[in-house]
Protein backbone atom coordinates (compact mmCIF):
# COMPACT_ATOMS: atom_id res chain seq x y z
CA UNK A 1 0.00 0.00 0.00
CA UNK A 2 1.16 3.25 -0.99
CA UNK A 3 1.48 6.12 1.39
CA UNK A 4 -0.81 8.46 0.33
CA UNK A 5 -3.24 5.33 0.29
CA UNK A 6 -2.21 4.64 3.69
CA UNK A 7 -2.99 8.10 5.06
CA UNK A 8 -6.58 8.27 3.36
CA UNK A 9 -7.02 5.16 5.02
CA UNK A 10 -5.71 6.07 8.67
CA UNK A 11 -8.04 9.43 7.76
CA UNK A 12 -11.05 7.31 6.64
CA UNK A 13 -10.87 5.12 9.51
CA UNK A 14 -11.00 8.20 12.30
CA UNK A 15 -13.94 9.09 10.29
CA UNK A 16 -15.64 6.18 9.82
CA UNK A 17 -15.28 5.90 13.94
CA UNK A 18 -16.61 8.96 15.07
CA UNK A 19 -19.40 8.79 12.40
CA UNK A 20 -20.20 5.14 13.94
CA UNK A 21 -19.25 5.58 17.60
CA UNK A 22 -22.89 6.73 18.24
CA UNK A 23 -24.51 3.63 16.61
CA UNK A 24 -22.71 1.37 17.66
CA UNK A 25 -23.64 0.54 21.21
CA UNK A 26 -25.62 -2.08 22.62
CA UNK A 27 -25.05 -4.22 26.28
CA UNK A 28 -23.53 -7.61 26.56
CA UNK A 29 -24.24 -9.67 29.12
CA UNK A 30 -23.50 -7.94 32.35
CA UNK A 31 -24.13 -4.64 31.24
CA UNK A 32 -20.67 -3.86 29.48
CA UNK A 33 -20.56 -1.65 26.31
CA UNK A 34 -19.85 -3.48 23.16
CA UNK A 35 -18.98 -2.05 19.39
CA UNK A 36 -17.37 -3.35 16.40
CA UNK A 37 -13.69 -1.64 17.63
CA UNK A 38 -14.01 -3.74 20.46
CA UNK A 39 -15.03 -7.22 18.73
CA UNK A 40 -12.20 -6.91 16.87
CA UNK A 41 -10.03 -6.11 19.04
CA UNK A 42 -11.01 -9.68 21.09
CA UNK A 43 -10.94 -11.13 17.45
CA UNK A 44 -7.97 -9.72 15.66
CA UNK A 45 -8.04 -13.08 12.73
CA UNK A 46 -11.18 -13.19 11.38
CA UNK A 47 -12.79 -15.15 8.28
CA UNK A 48 -15.59 -13.72 6.78
CA UNK A 49 -18.56 -15.07 4.74
CA UNK A 50 -19.65 -12.82 2.23
CA UNK A 51 -22.17 -12.14 -0.11
CA UNK A 52 -21.43 -9.08 -1.68
CA UNK A 53 -24.70 -7.73 0.12
CA UNK A 54 -24.91 -4.36 2.34
CA UNK A 55 -24.29 -6.14 5.46
CA UNK A 56 -21.52 -8.86 4.57
CA UNK A 57 -19.85 -5.88 2.61
CA UNK A 58 -19.83 -3.35 5.95
CA UNK A 59 -18.48 -6.03 8.17
CA UNK A 60 -15.46 -6.74 5.87
CA UNK A 61 -14.90 -2.86 5.90
CA UNK A 62 -15.03 -2.99 9.52
CA UNK A 63 -13.29 -5.93 9.71
CA UNK A 64 -10.26 -4.20 7.79
CA UNK A 65 -10.18 -0.74 9.79
CA UNK A 66 -10.07 -3.38 13.02
CA UNK A 67 -8.78 -6.33 12.73
CA UNK A 68 -5.43 -7.86 12.09
CA UNK A 69 -5.97 -10.79 9.71
CA UNK A 70 -8.85 -11.02 7.01
CA UNK A 71 -9.84 -13.57 4.48
CA UNK A 72 -13.53 -13.11 2.80
CA UNK A 73 -14.98 -16.18 1.53
CA UNK A 74 -17.39 -15.77 -1.06
CA UNK A 75 -19.36 -19.01 -2.39
CA UNK A 76 -20.78 -19.45 -5.93
CA UNK A 77 -24.07 -21.53 -6.41
CA UNK A 78 -26.79 -21.81 -8.86
CA UNK A 79 -28.79 -19.94 -5.85
CA UNK A 80 -26.33 -16.39 -6.08
CA UNK A 81 -27.20 -14.03 -9.56
CA UNK A 82 -23.80 -13.77 -11.61
CA UNK A 83 -24.43 -9.53 -10.31
CA UNK A 84 -23.51 -10.72 -6.54
CA UNK A 85 -20.64 -12.01 -7.35
CA UNK A 86 -19.43 -9.30 -9.95
CA UNK A 87 -20.47 -6.77 -6.87
CA UNK A 88 -18.16 -8.93 -4.72
CA UNK A 89 -15.47 -8.63 -6.75
CA UNK A 90 -15.82 -5.08 -7.21
CA UNK A 91 -15.63 -4.54 -3.37
CA UNK A 92 -12.87 -6.59 -2.68
CA UNK A 93 -10.86 -4.55 -5.49
CA UNK A 94 -12.23 -1.19 -3.92
CA UNK A 95 -11.11 -2.05 -0.32
CA UNK A 96 -8.08 -3.85 -1.66
CA UNK A 97 -9.34 -7.26 0.02
CA UNK A 98 -8.21 -10.67 0.30
CA UNK A 99 -11.31 -12.65 -1.32
CA UNK A 100 -11.65 -16.17 -1.81
CA UNK A 101 -13.96 -17.36 -4.22
CA UNK A 102 -15.70 -21.05 -3.61
CA UNK A 103 -17.50 -22.96 -5.65
CA UNK A 104 -20.58 -25.48 -4.06
CA UNK A 105 -23.30 -26.90 -5.80
CA UNK A 106 -26.27 -25.88 -3.98
CA UNK A 107 -28.53 -28.65 -5.40
CA UNK A 108 -26.14 -31.94 -4.37
CA UNK A 109 -26.67 -30.65 -0.79
CA UNK A 110 -28.78 -33.26 0.70
CA UNK A 111 -32.13 -31.89 1.79
CA UNK A 112 -32.06 -29.11 -0.80
CA UNK A 113 -33.48 -29.38 -4.24
CA UNK A 114 -36.20 -31.00 -2.38
CA UNK A 115 -37.28 -27.10 -1.15
CA UNK A 116 -38.57 -28.42 2.09
CA UNK A 117 -40.01 -25.97 4.36
CA UNK A 118 -36.58 -25.76 6.47
CA UNK A 119 -34.66 -25.79 3.28
CA UNK A 120 -32.12 -22.78 4.72
CA UNK A 121 -31.54 -25.12 7.33
CA UNK A 122 -29.98 -27.14 5.17
CA UNK A 123 -28.28 -24.83 2.87
CA UNK A 124 -26.22 -23.05 5.54
CA UNK A 125 -25.05 -25.93 6.61
CA UNK A 126 -23.35 -26.81 3.08
CA UNK A 127 -22.25 -23.87 2.48
CA UNK A 128 -21.24 -22.75 5.69
CA UNK A 129 -19.54 -25.99 6.49
CA UNK A 130 -17.76 -25.45 3.06
CA UNK A 131 -16.34 -21.80 4.18
CA UNK A 132 -15.52 -23.49 7.40
CA UNK A 133 -13.60 -26.03 5.59
CA UNK A 134 -11.72 -23.60 3.66
CA UNK A 135 -10.63 -21.15 6.32
CA UNK A 136 -9.63 -23.33 9.10
CA UNK A 137 -7.23 -25.05 6.17
CA UNK A 138 -5.77 -20.93 5.94
CA UNK A 139 -5.31 -20.89 9.25
CA UNK A 140 -8.70 -19.19 10.79
CA UNK A 141 -10.80 -20.08 14.00
CA UNK A 142 -13.15 -17.75 14.03
CA UNK A 143 -15.93 -17.19 11.21
CA UNK A 144 -18.00 -14.36 11.11
CA UNK A 145 -21.25 -13.63 8.64
CA UNK A 146 -23.42 -10.25 8.30
CA UNK A 147 -26.68 -11.40 10.30
CA UNK A 148 -27.52 -7.90 12.15
CA UNK A 149 -30.15 -6.83 14.68
CA UNK A 150 -33.00 -6.18 12.86
CA UNK A 151 -32.57 -9.67 11.14
CA UNK A 152 -35.67 -12.05 13.25
CA UNK A 153 -34.06 -15.30 14.80
CA UNK A 154 -37.54 -16.67 15.91
CA UNK A 155 -38.62 -18.88 12.70
CA UNK A 156 -35.45 -19.13 10.74
CA UNK A 157 -34.27 -22.42 10.09
CA UNK A 158 -30.89 -20.53 8.80
CA UNK A 159 -30.24 -19.20 12.22
CA UNK A 160 -30.50 -22.38 14.13
CA UNK A 161 -27.68 -23.77 11.33
CA UNK A 162 -25.16 -20.69 11.90
CA UNK A 163 -25.36 -21.12 15.87
CA UNK A 164 -24.53 -24.98 15.68
CA UNK A 165 -22.05 -24.12 13.32
CA UNK A 166 -20.35 -21.68 15.77
CA UNK A 167 -20.46 -18.66 13.55
CA UNK A 168 -20.54 -15.40 15.07
CA UNK A 169 -22.38 -12.60 14.08
CA UNK A 170 -20.88 -9.14 15.00
CA UNK A 171 -23.14 -6.44 13.61
CA UNK A 172 -26.00 -8.64 15.23
CA UNK A 173 -23.85 -8.91 18.60
CA UNK A 174 -23.45 -5.06 18.54
CA UNK A 175 -26.95 -4.22 18.19
CA UNK A 176 -26.68 -2.36 14.60
CA UNK A 177 -30.00 -2.76 12.81
CA UNK A 178 -30.33 -2.54 8.68
CA UNK A 179 -30.66 1.40 8.64
CA UNK A 180 -27.99 2.19 10.44
CA UNK A 181 -25.65 -0.45 8.81
CA UNK A 182 -27.04 1.41 5.23
CA UNK A 183 -26.03 4.72 6.94
CA UNK A 184 -22.54 3.83 7.99
CA UNK A 185 -22.06 2.44 4.89
CA UNK A 186 -22.86 5.56 3.27
CA UNK A 187 -20.34 7.18 5.65
CA UNK A 188 -17.78 5.13 4.69
CA UNK A 189 -18.30 5.15 0.79
CA UNK A 190 -19.53 1.84 0.32
CA UNK A 191 -21.51 1.70 -3.22
CA UNK A 192 -23.63 -1.23 -1.30
CA UNK A 193 -24.74 1.31 1.17
CA UNK A 194 -27.96 1.56 -0.95
CA UNK A 195 -28.12 -1.60 -2.80
CA UNK A 196 -31.34 -3.64 -2.95
CA UNK A 197 -31.93 -6.79 -0.81
CA UNK A 198 -31.61 -9.89 -2.49
CA UNK A 199 -32.54 -13.19 -1.08
CA UNK A 200 -31.33 -16.16 -2.84
CA UNK A 201 -32.69 -17.36 -6.17
CA UNK A 202 -34.60 -20.57 -4.09
CA UNK A 203 -36.84 -18.29 -2.18
CA UNK A 204 -38.90 -17.25 -5.34
CA UNK A 205 -39.78 -20.79 -5.77
CA UNK A 206 -42.47 -22.10 -3.18
CA UNK A 207 -41.71 -24.96 -0.92
CA UNK A 208 -42.20 -28.20 -1.80
CA UNK A 209 -41.78 -27.46 -5.55
CA UNK A 210 -38.48 -29.30 -6.85
CA UNK A 211 -35.71 -26.75 -7.48
CA UNK A 212 -33.87 -27.18 -10.91
CA UNK A 213 -31.36 -25.44 -12.47
CA UNK A 214 -33.49 -24.87 -15.33
CA UNK A 215 -36.07 -22.38 -12.60
CA UNK A 216 -32.98 -20.61 -11.18
CA UNK A 217 -31.88 -19.79 -14.36
CA UNK A 218 -35.22 -18.64 -15.62
CA UNK A 219 -35.49 -16.26 -11.93
CA UNK A 220 -31.95 -14.80 -12.62
CA UNK A 221 -32.56 -14.08 -16.42
CA UNK A 222 -36.04 -12.41 -15.64
CA UNK A 223 -34.79 -10.71 -12.86
CA UNK A 224 -32.06 -9.43 -14.51
CA UNK A 225 -34.38 -8.40 -17.54
CA UNK A 226 -36.56 -6.20 -15.32
CA UNK A 227 -33.58 -4.85 -13.30
CA UNK A 228 -31.92 -3.63 -16.70
CA UNK A 229 -35.82 -1.45 -17.68
CA UNK A 230 -34.88 0.44 -14.00
CA UNK A 231 -37.26 -1.80 -11.36
CA UNK A 232 -35.79 -1.81 -7.87
CA UNK A 233 -37.15 -4.49 -5.42
CA UNK A 234 -39.29 -6.21 -7.15
CA UNK A 235 -39.35 -10.42 -7.26
CA UNK A 236 -40.64 -12.50 -9.88
CA UNK A 237 -42.15 -15.59 -8.09
CA UNK A 238 -42.56 -18.51 -9.91
CA UNK A 239 -45.12 -21.67 -9.48
CA UNK A 240 -45.07 -24.77 -12.05
CA UNK A 241 -44.05 -22.89 -14.89
CA UNK A 242 -45.94 -19.41 -14.33
CA UNK A 243 -44.71 -16.30 -13.15
CA UNK A 244 -45.86 -13.92 -10.96
CA UNK A 245 -44.27 -10.17 -10.27
CA UNK A 246 -44.34 -8.34 -7.16
CA UNK A 247 -43.02 -4.75 -7.15
CA UNK A 248 -43.82 -1.61 -5.48
CA UNK A 249 -47.23 0.09 -6.33
CA UNK A 250 -45.11 3.24 -7.64
CA UNK A 251 -43.58 1.28 -10.24
CA UNK A 252 -46.89 -0.36 -11.57
CA UNK A 253 -46.65 2.74 -14.04
CA UNK A 254 -43.33 1.44 -15.54
CA UNK A 255 -44.52 -2.19 -15.57
CA UNK A 256 -47.08 -0.80 -17.96
CA UNK A 257 -45.49 1.05 -19.85
CA UNK A 258 -42.93 -2.01 -21.19
CA UNK A 259 -45.93 -4.37 -20.72
CA UNK A 260 -45.18 -5.94 -24.31
CA UNK A 261 -41.66 -6.56 -24.04
CA UNK A 262 -41.76 -7.36 -20.36
CA UNK A 263 -44.21 -10.47 -21.51
CA UNK A 264 -42.17 -10.97 -24.89
CA UNK A 265 -39.20 -11.68 -22.60
CA UNK A 266 -40.42 -13.22 -19.77
CA UNK A 267 -42.59 -15.32 -21.96
CA UNK A 268 -39.51 -17.22 -23.16
CA UNK A 269 -39.50 -19.12 -19.93
CA UNK A 270 -42.78 -18.90 -18.20
CA UNK A 271 -46.67 -20.51 -19.45
CA UNK A 272 -47.97 -16.86 -18.17
CA UNK A 273 -46.76 -13.59 -16.54
CA UNK A 274 -49.14 -12.20 -13.89
CA UNK A 275 -48.69 -9.39 -12.19
CA UNK A 276 -49.85 -10.07 -7.99
CA UNK A 277 -51.76 -7.24 -7.04
CA UNK A 278 -50.58 -7.55 -3.16
CA UNK A 279 -48.47 -4.77 -3.49
CA UNK A 280 -45.18 -5.29 -1.93
CA UNK A 281 -43.17 -2.43 -0.06
Given at each position: MSEGARIR?????????????ALWGDEREGGESMNLKEFFQENPKVAIAFSGGVDSAYLLY??????NTVRAYYVASEFQPA?????AKRLAKELDADVKILSVSA?????????PANRCYFCKQGIFG????????????????????????????????LQELS???PLRECGLTKNQIRLLSKEAGLFTWDKSAYACLATRIPTDELLTREKLAATEAAEGYLFSLGFRDFRVRAK???????????QWELLMRHRAEILKELKQYYVTVSLDLEVRG
Open positions: RSSDQCAFYYAAEAAMQYAFELEDLSIPGVKENTIWKAAKEDGFEVLLDGTNASDDAGDRPGMKAVRSDGHARIQLPEA
